[in-house]
């Protein structure tokens, strides 16, 4: 019964911090950032593109929401269409 018990914090931190562990962090907070403006260029789009869409209302709000959405969307879709052509052609 006198068993230790540990967290998954007490684990992680015991691993330490290491030469790739600064990498990987390096890396994945560049892909942060860069993921980031990508969505800020699709918002300040859309914030010129909304009102043909939506001449009477002058600020869509929600619509405007869902048009990043189905920006977004269709990014995903492109990629995958893209990947697909680049695999067949291989």
Known sequence: ???KQFTISEVIDSFGIT??????FIILSLAQVLDGYDFMIINSTNL???HTFWPNDPNPGALMGSLT??????MVIGGKQLI???AKKQ
């Not at 030469?19 to 990987?24: A, E, P, R, T, Y």
């Not at 959405?69 to 269709?74: A, I, K, P, V």
Request: aromatic letters at 14%.
């Open 1 to 3: 019964m006198n068993e």
């Open 19 to 24: 030469k790739h562990s600064w990498v990987l």
């Open 48 to 50: 010129f593109v909304a």
């Open 69 to 74: 959405t189905w920006d977004l969307l269709g």
């Open 84 to 86: 697909a052509e680049k």
